[in-house]
């Protein structure tokens, strides 16, 4: 009995001591291995923050560069271009601060230049850098801006601080991100408004002054504005109607000052102006021509040689309804036919003076349109008799924007806008 206890007793120490031992072998590896996992999450935990901040760079260069590029298609001014990227990269929080441009041209942090792609169109685009000095000064055209976000030592912004310092002797770390906004060739599609209320106009003469007076007449005889026969009827002379006779009489004869027009003459101007500023960019447009009154018609299919666009607005003439969808469904006919560049981007422009009162409604061709083709629709309302709540709502549905003109001086800088409203793309 006694030896059995004392057993017994024994069996107990021994285990007792090997539960020592394995408790100490199992701190001593817990103290080995803690900080191990420690320093293992710490960098877990910089590498997400790392990650993300790479994130947030790019999210903000890549703004920074679209709205710059926008800017400067639309403004053609360097200023410009780079104030609105500065703001803009500033409206976004990298590391929780604004991520701020530094637009002076030694930084390098804004450029301009060109694109290219060497491999051919299926190709990627690389970017070409212009001195901004020689964009400024006008001597080359930019159709390209690069901006580069940075968060280094010697950038506004400084480097970024890890959320866990220390951790492998790193307090904080650098990153960069680089973004590029082209400029794209255009298909434009020009959908104008030849009905009859374009032809209207009410010239309000100044008392005593009349172009229908003898001494009027007899000037315009002898300037070759009408002719008259041994009679002593009156004729215009070619290329001369009523309001023509009537702004020339108002001009010359009277030296009045600049004559009245009617919406169809703003319109004619407004499109030379648009054609001229497409005559000064980068890209490579081709603009088409369709036409609406009671019904449509595609007047001159894709064009580059702008000659061509001119002539066949200046021949056109006004009258009748206003078949504004009909209009539309014709212009549509050119950015879809063999002269459109699968490449380029898609923009119809549809203008109208009145009230769409004549077949398919323009809001349904839109909605039919955007859900077949990739284009952009904008929309031009000209006086007080146009339809703005509708072309507002053709507008939104073509994502494109809505103008209003109150005058021929308004309609021609409205065109003017959107000639350098030229669509920009990210490229890197």
Do not use: C
Request: glycine fraction near 8%; charged fraction near 15%; hydrophobic fraction near 45%.
């Amino acid at each position: 009995m006694t030896s059995q206890t004392n057993f017994t007793a024994e069996s107990l120490r021994t285990k007792l001591r090997s539960a020592r031992v394995r408790r100490g072998s199992v701190m001593g590896m817990m103290a080995i291995l803690l900080p191990v996992l420690a320093i293992l999450a710490a960098v877990s935990i910089n590498l997400a923050h790392i990650q993300v901040t790479r994130t947030e760079l790019m999210v903000a260069t890549d703004a920074a560069a679209r709205a710059g590029g926008r800017a400067f298609s639309e403004t053609q001014t360097v200023a410009a271009a780079k104030s609105v990227a500065a703001n803009i990269a500033a409206m976004n929080m990298v590391n929780a601060q604004p991520l701020q441009i530094n637009t002076a041209d030694g930084a390098g942090e804004i450029q301009f230049g060109t694109t290219t792609q060497p491999d051919g169109l299926s190709g990627r685009y690389v970017f070409q850098q212009i001195p901004t000095a020689i964009v400024e000064s006008g001597q080359e055209v930019a159709s390209a801006l690069r901006v580069l976000g940075r968060r280094e030592s010697d950038s506004m912004s400084g480097k970024v601080p890890l959320i866990i310092p220390g951790v492998l002797q790193h307090h904080e770390f650098e990153t960069t991100q680089e973004a590029v906004a082209m400029q794209v060739d255009r298909d434009i599609s020009l959908v104008l408004d030849r009905s009859g209320s374009m032809d209207d106009i009410e010239i309000d003469w100044p008392a005593g002054d009349s172009p229908w007076s003898w001494d009027a007449l007899d000037a315009g005889v002898d300037a070759g504005v009408l002719t008259q026969d041994w009679w002593g009827n009156y004729y215009y002379a070619s290329g001369y109607d009523s309001l023509t006779y009537q702004q020339w009489a108002w001009e010359e004869h009277f030296e009045l000052g600049v004559a009245p027009t009617n919406a169809w003459q703003d319109l004619v101007a407004a499109v030379d102006a648009f054609l001229n500023v497409l005559d000064t960019t980068s890209q490579e447009e081709q603009v088409s021509v369709a036409s609406y009154a009671s019904s449509a018609s595609l007047d001159t299919n894709l064009e580059k040689n702008f000659s061509i666009i001119r002539n066949t607005v200046a021949s056109l003439n006004t009258s009748g309804a206003t078949a504004i969808g009909q209009g539309m469904q014709e212009g549509i006919s050119a950015l879809i036919s063999a002269d459109a560049r699968p490449y380029a981007s898609k923009t119809m422009v549809v203008m109208t003076d009145g009230m769409h009162n004549r077949g398919i409604n323009p809001d349904t061709v839109a909605t039919t349109l955007m859900g077949t083709y990739n284009l952009t629709i904008h929309t031009v309302t000209f006086g007080d008799g146009a339809d703005q709540v509708l072309m507002k709502q053709v507008a939104s549905i073509g994502g494109g924007k809505h103008y209003h003109a109150a005058s021929g001086v308004e309609l021609v800088a409205i065109f003017e806008e959107i000639a350098n409203n030229l669509p920009t793309i990210l490229t890197k």
